[in-house]
T-cell receptor
């Protein structure tokens, strides 16, 4: 597609429920990143994919968080047993480059998660 | 460890020049990015420095000193639409950008 697409744009859920957030990166971009941004805060790195593998998942806050990427394209971020502190905007970004070469990250509009 | 430090807020007048400073400490370094983020929107790319010195792009310029762990973003001829958050993001291994909390810039008439 023309840009990074994320869905849903808004999700309201009850504490304890599971949620899935989807990211469709720019076609041909091999690198994919998930970030989280709480209100008024900076972007917090969660996980990085190169192709379908995740060489860096150091930012996942707990084992309730998991992510996968299939076909070197779409990625899903799953949060199990959501807690109120999980409320944030979850941003996905993709890039042509990864590994040791820096490249511009293109961000999606984000999925705003509210846990009641 | 990793640490990015930039001012929380700045104000400036339309037509003026403003410099936003950033100091950083990261493990691994592949260059430094500046992103702009308007409220409620996704961050958008402004500039990238990998070598020491100044990179100029229209009204925006960015400077890097790798030895000092220091960068700045210079915005000239400020416009009202420049009111936004400016995010300093050094790139580490795997092109992982580590973002600072950002500097909220308010441009006044």
């Amino acid at each position: 597609g023309a840009g990074v697409s994320q869905s849903p744009s808004n999700k309201v859920t009850e504490k304890g429920k599971d949620v899935e957030l989807r990211c469709d990166p720019i076609s041909g971009h091999t690198a994919l990143y998930w970030y989280r941004q709480s209100l008024g805060q900076g972007l917090e790195f969660l996980i990085y994919f190169q192709g379908n593998s995740a060489p860096d998942k150091s930012g996942l806050p707990s084992d309730r968080f998991s992510a996968e990427r299939t076909g070197g394209s779409v990625s899903t971020l799953t949060i199990q047993r959501t807690q109120q502190e999980d409320s944030a905007v979850y941003l996905c970004a993709s890039s042509l480059r990864g590994r040791s070469v820096a490249g511009e990250l293109f961000f999606g509009e984000g999925s705003r998660l509210t846990v009641l | 460890g990793q640490n990015i430090d930039q001012p929380t807020e700045m104000t400036a007048t339309e037509g003026a020049i403003v410099q936003i400073n950033c100091t950083y400490q990261t493990s691994g370094f592949n260059g430094l990015f500046w992103y702009q983020q308007h409220a409620g929107e996704a961050p958008t790319f402004l500039s990238y420095n990998v070598l020491d010195g100044l990179e100029e792009k229209g009204r925006f310029s960015s400077f890097l000193s790798r030895s000092k762990g220091y960068s700045y973003l210079l915005l000239k001829e400020l416009q009202m639409k420049d009111s936004a958050s400016y995010l300093c993001a050094p790139s580490g291994g795997y092109n992982k950008l580590i973002f600072g909390a950002g500097t909220r810039l308010a441009v006044h008439p």
